[in-house]
């Protein structure tokens, strides 16, 4: 959710963490606390640090992948309050 990476859910149970927020594991929260299925628009991001987009969703230092517009539900407010 925080980076907008977009994986699927068979992805997000093998890896278990988003490669953009390790921060995130290290904090031991499941993986349901820090994703959504509640996401707008999707885009390929292959070269962050080239693309236009990438500087609108604040992600060219993260890394080349799918990532979403719009995250419509974010974290839950013990989560916000947390990080
Ligand atoms: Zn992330």
Redo the contacts with the bound molecule.
């Keep these: 959710?925080?980076?907008h990476?977009v994986k699927s859910e068979q992805q997000w149970k093998e890896e278990k963490s988003?490669?953009?927020?390790p921060f995130?594991e290290e904090r031991e929260l499941s993986v349901m606390e820090?994703t959504t299925q509640h996401i707008e628009g999707v885009c390929a991001i292959t070269e962050p640090s080239e693309s236009w987009l990438a500087k609108y969703l604040n992600t060219n230092n993260f890394i080349p992948g799918i990532y979403c517009i719009r995250v419509k539900l974010l974290f839950s407010q013990d989560i916000i309050e947390s990080l």
């Design positions: 959710m925080r980076c990476l988003c490669e953009n927020c995130l820090f």
